[in-house]
């Protein structure tokens, strides 16, 4: 079956560590995002990725970092530097054609990143 | 900047009808709209595109004002179902926002027996 799968459901992050969340997709789709979930903030867009190698900042990108080595993979880093980083976070990715610069999305399930 | 919704939260009874709306300060290309329910991920309702149009499917409809930059989503003859968290998603009109799309703060519908 296609779909993204989000690794791992819960994780626990300990003062000054860096985590990685990862994120994986088999539907062959070019646009990649990371979201984070806050209750009543909705959806913040913190990365999205359009192509291969290349990346861009969403609205609340400070203190996260990712990479899009491979069509497939767009594992999102949360540092140190990010000092309230307890939220939901969401994968998420799209085809992207020239008549629509986006067509739907499709979420993975989620990772509970909470700090100890 | 986020789209804002409204309103924040929607509380009914099976069969009454519903509006939520969604509003942007900049020129869009494009809303979406999604559904989430507790603890899971959001799932896609529909995308109207620039041009102004409304689009629907069974009881769920929605139309785009691309002059007022707003958009409305309309729930009639609600069930159980409905009940959920709803997002609109927008994408700005403009080369920087290609590809962009920006989540409003969710409406929690709940639908009463």
């Known amino acids: 079956d296609g779909g993204i799968t989000q690794s791992p459901k819960y994780l626990f992050r300990k003062e000054g560590q860096n985590v990685t969340l990862s994120c994986e997709q088999n539907l062959n789709h070019d646009a990649m995002y990371w979201y984070r979930q806050d209750p009543g903030q909705g959806l913040r867009l913190i990365y999205y990725s359009q192509i291969v190698n290349d990346f861009q900042k969403g609205d609340i990108a400070e203190g996260y970092s990712v990479s899009r080595e491979k069509k497939e993979s767009f594992p999102l880093t949360v540092t140190s530097a990010q000092k309230n980083p307890t939220a939901f976070y969401l994968c998420?990715?799209?085809?992207?054609?020239?008549?629509?610069?986006?067509?739907?999305?499709?979420f993975g399930s989620g990772t509970q990143l909470s700090v100890l | 900047q986020q789209p804002v919704q409204s309103p924040q939260a929607v509380i009914l009874r099976e069969g009454e009808d519903a509006v939520i709306n969604c509003s942007s300060s900049k020129a869009l290309y494009s809303v979406h709209w999604y559904r989430q329910k507790h603890g899971e991920a959001p799932v896609f309702l529909m995308i109207l595109l620039k041009g102004g149009e409304q689009k629907g499917h069974d009881k769920i409809s929605a139309s785009f004002n691309e002059k007022k930059q707003q958009s409305s989503l309309y729930l009639t003859a609600s069930q159980l179902s409905y009940s959920g968290t709803y997002f609109c998603?927008?994408?700005?009109?403009?080369?920087?926002?290609?590809?962009?799309?920006?989540f409003g703060q969710g409406t929690i519908l709940t639908v009463h027996p």
């Open positions: 998603g927008t994408e700005g009109a403009g080369g920087t926002s290609y590809g962009k799309l920006t």
């Open positions: 998420a990715s799209s085809i992207l054609t020239t008549l629509a610069t986006n067509e739907k999305l499709f």
